[in-house]
């Protein structure tokens, strides 16, 4: 009998002492949150602005820090060192490698869909479509959403990426190239687009009818499973950032304005490519499945990986 107190003591001293008193509530006093600001992440802005993660988590004595990581990559990196909690505004194409690299992570919501923010541009104007891009020298970055976007629009015209000469290149590299004239064609993102249309250049295709542009927001399955009740915080505050850009648009376009340098009326004109709702839809897994087989199809992956098993559905 006095083992079994002893023993029941002892459990209840361990649990204390590692903070875990339950699934979901184990004691974390911070948590690191990626920054990306750029291409429109308007939510992110409006989060660190109105400091509403800090509000929140302030609440639960637990402090809040911010990385401005904006390659997937090291994103999920830096997950995987336990350096960073919540990656905002990842790439499905990065979620989709870092699961299947092993990485413990977790898609608990869509960040952003923004076809229209991702388009192939050229300043030659005898490029007038797809198809006139036969035998073109394009720069860009391999293995991104831009990436798929140009493969995906040369396979509607019944082309490959044999039809054209692709270089792996970083955006403003790309558009350096193209304006210099060592490139025909570029693929350009965000803000960069209208800063391309004028110095000259034009959009011959974006995403819409190709891709959703997916970008998704990711845990690790440790805080999904250990940190539950951080989870639904950070959720319940990017839904705050959500009502307080439709609640006050005015300040919103204000306040990326500021942040990125972007003018009022661009940022107006930016902001209705993008669809911020953050519920997981079946046409969202379906999404990140086409992204996973281009990823595959262009030996950027080696194995294929259940979608659903890096979804995680928090209530």
């Known amino acids: 009998m006095k083992k079994s107190k002893v023993l029941i003591i002892m459990m209840v001293a361990l649990l204390v002492f590692t903070g875990c008193t339950a699934k979901g509530v184990a004691k974390k006093d911070q948590v690191f949150i990626s920054y990306v600001k750029l291409p429109l992440n308007v939510p992110s802005i409006v989060e660190k602005k109105e400091e509403l993660f800090e509000k929140a988590f302030g609440e639960k004595d637990i402090e809040v820090s911010f990385s401005e990581i904006t390659q997937g990559s090291k994103m999920t990196q830096a ?3 336990g350096a960073l909690d919540f990656s905002n505004a990842l790439g499905g194409t990065s979620a989709i490698l870092a699961g299947a690299n092993g990485l413990d992570i977790k898609i608990i919501g869509i960040y952003s869909r923004a076809p229209e923010a991702f388009t192939i541009m050229s300043g030659d104007t005898n490029i007038k479509g797809t198809s006139d891009l036969k035998g073109k020298k394009i720069v860009g970055p391999k293995g991104t ?3 798929q976007l140009l493969l995906s629009a040369l396979v509607n015209e019944g ?3 044999d ?3 692709f270089i792996n290149m970083g955006i403003s590299e790309g558009l350096a190239a193209m304006s210099s004239g060592n490139a025909d ?3 350009v993102a965000g803000p960069a687009v209208t800063k391309a249309m004028k110095e000259g250049n034009k ?3 974006n995403g819409k009818g190709l891709l959703d542009a997916t970008i998704v927001i990711a845990t690790s399955g440790d805080m999904v499973n250990n940190h539950e009740e951080i989870v639904k915080t950070y959720l319940n505050v990017h839904n705050e950032s959500l009502d307080f850009m439709k609640n006050n648009p005015e300040k919103t376009y ?5 942040e990125t340098g972007i003018s009022v009326d661009e940022v107006k004109s930016m902001y209705q ?3 911020f709702s953050p519920a997981i839809t079946d046409k969202d897994i379906e999404e990140l499945e086409k992204t996973q087989k281009f990823l595959l199809e262009n030996g950027m992956l080696e194995k294929e990986i259940d979608i659903k098993s890096i979804i995680a559905e928090i209530k």
């Open 159 to 161: 082309l490959s990426m």
């Open 79 to 81: 997950m995987a060192a």
């Open 203 to 205: 959009v011959i295709i």
């Open 145 to 147: 959403i831009l990436h």
């Open 254 to 258: 204000e306040m990326v304005s500021e």
């Open 273 to 275: 490519w993008y669809d």
């Open 185 to 187: 064609a570029a693929l």
């Open 163 to 165: 039809d054209v000469e």
